[in-house]
């Protein structure tokens, strides 16, 4: 229960007239302005100003790009990574945007030595050194700014291993669970290492970016697993997973993974629900079945969700 539903019910308990109504609010500061506003507002600011340094840079780069050589080419996406690192290092005010930009940067100078030099890697192996290097930068700047982009390269290169050891096919069967077994833990730790990180309490964006990618690509292979001539065992692999995020979230009282996997499970079950009706009898009263179905899960994922939640409000 909100402070704000904790007052009304005060007021009309003790039968508190419009006056003490009003006084009790401004003790309770539930009309003062937020405090720190500033503080995201500058975060937003630096990361804008980081982000368009970058891209106004990718486009000088892009409109010369034939009257560069190549060490040029080398020496000006090292320059902009060094020069961004140093400042981060110096400038403590501007180091979250800094260090995203020379993490961006990493990734520009990574992906030209594999253009230039034809190494013959994988794309997921070019994420994941991208990511093992610029781990290190993501620590230091202990931000979201550049966390956020560091678990969507991450997940990234999670979904390129799949399919990269999948036969480079998005194949459902028994003989790629393994693959995706591996891959669904490995987004599982993601998550888990971003949840326990210092500071991530008081910047979840990332954690929250991780927890998104992992439901979607989870929930997407076992989707895919569904609408196999035969359903596959990654759909069951997958209901699994998710099914165990679920109950981590519920102990927790999480309420965004709570909604994210949720709606996940519900899709599952749904789409499983459908595949059986449909092969079974497709007539229309399977298909209103479907939808009475579909919308007694999320009203009561809904509920259970909001009950949850207030439960943890109210112990608090």
Known sequence: MSLHERLYQWTARQGLDASSARRLRALAGVDDPPAGAWTPIR???????????GFGLILWVAANWDDFGRALRFGLLEAVLGVALVAAALLAAWR????????????GLLAYFGQTYQTGADPWQLFALWAAIGLPIAWAARSDLVWTPWALVVATGIGLWMQTFGGHLWRFDASTVPVHAIGFVAYGALCAGLAFRPGAA???????????ASVVAISGTALGALFEREVGP????????????????WRHAEVYALSALALAVDTLLVAGLARAVIEA?????????????ACGLLAASVSLIMRRVGAKEARA
């Not at 975060?43 to 340094?53: K, M, N, S, T, V």
């Not at 979250?96 to 990734?107: R, S």
Request: no cysteine; glycine share 20%.
């Open 43 to 53: 975060r937003g600011a630096g990361a804008l100003a980081a982000g368009l340094i």
């Open 96 to 107: 979250a945007p800094l260090a995203m930009a020379a993490f961006l940067a990493l990734g």
């Open 234 to 249: 990654q759909f069951y692999l997958g209901l699994g997973v998710m099914g165990v995020g679920l109950v981590l979230a």
């Open 281 to 293: 009898r497709g007539d229309i009263g399977g298909v209103f079945l479907i939808g009475l179905v």
């Open 202 to 212: 008081a910047q979840p964006w990332a954690w929250r970016i991780a927890v998104l």
